[in-house]
């Protein structure tokens, strides 16, 4: 497969990538029928069901069979690298467990693939829904009815909704984030976390929501997501205003982003920048 050209790769690829998905959507779907047994994974609370290894794994087989040589990054499994390292695929298999882990069945499933860090391909899937959204680079995105292509800006008669991500590590009692939160929500007729940011992604780039600003974000689920909002024509850039790099440095990192249309983001960018000013006191530590 290594040597089949970039174009034709992607094209495979994008196949691989949907039937994977799928089908760990199945498995997802027919597994929160019956009782789930929830582990936590480390000290930040971050949880693990049988359901993400069990989707992982479908997810993968998919891959090892078409893509052999490609280095491989997984929620659960890590790192698995191979022989052509230029090629790396970064899959998040339940992306939402905290979610399914209290009974709440808003997951996602959520498989990438990156071109020397920079990601080619997008694809997220919604078990519960049956619905699969797909982003290739320089192609555009698609969605379960068609082409997305700069969603209608609608703007609120009150205020945007928008959506808030903080990366695990982040403490209950940090400040920054404490300031974010506070000032989004009071900015805002909405604010949503839902616990899976490929959903966020999904609804920014269907118009659903107006915005989505991320603290400190972990990086298995922003290739797909954010590549598909970019060819949705969504922008993304860092709290600064400047536009986010899309290469990635994979494995490991964080980041802070800005996401949504173009007629948003000015009004995005200086209220996370208003959020310095701003100091939460008076809760717990």
């Not at 959520?110 to 919604?126: M, N």
């Not at 994979?250 to 802070?256: F, I, K, R, S």
Request: glycine residues 8%; negative net charge.
């Amino acid at each position: 497969m290594s040597q089949v050209l970039p174009d034709t790769l992607v094209d495979v690829a994008a196949e691989v990538a949907v039937t994977a998905a799928v089908e760990a959507g199945q498995a997802i779907r027919s597994g929160l029928l019956g009782a789930l047994t929830v582990s936590t994974k480390d000290a930040s609370g971050d949880v693990v069901t049988e359901l993400d290894l069990r989707a992982e794994q479908i997810i993968l087989r998919h891959i090892r069979r078409a893509f052999p040589d490609h280095r491989i990054l997984a929620e659960e499994s890590g790192v698995l690298d191979s022989t052509d390292d230029s090629w790396c695929w970064v899959v998040d298999p339940l992306d939402g467990t905290n979610n399914i882990a209290i009974g709440l069945p808003v997951c996602t499933v959520g498989i990438a693939l990156c071109h020397h860090g920079t990601p080619v391909l997008g694809v997220v899937h919604e078990p519960i829904a049956d619905r699969t959204w797909t982003a290739v680079r320089g192609r555009g995105a698609l969605g379960p009815n068609g082409p997305l292509w700069h969603p209608a800006h609608r703007p609120a008669a009150t205020a945007p909704v928008l959506a808030w991500l903080q990366g695990y590590p982040v403490t209950r009692a940090d400040p920054t984030a404490r300031a974010l939160r506070l000032t989004l929500e009071s900015a805002s007729r909405r604010l949503i976390q839902l616990w899976s940011p490929l959903l966020c992604w999904v609804m920014l780039s269907n118009g659903d929501i107006d915005g989505f600003v991320g603290y400190r974000a972990g990086l298995v689920d922003l290739p797909a997501g954010a590549l598909l909002a970019r060819e949705a024509g969504m922008h993304i850039t860092d709290f600064d205003g400047t536009v986010l790099d899309e290469r990635l440095e994979l494995p490991t990192g964080e980041v802070d982003f800005i996401a949504g249309s173009a007629e948003m983001m000015s009004d995005l960018t200086l209220l996370v920048k208003s959020a310095a000013e701003v100091t939460v006191t008076g809760l717990p530590d």
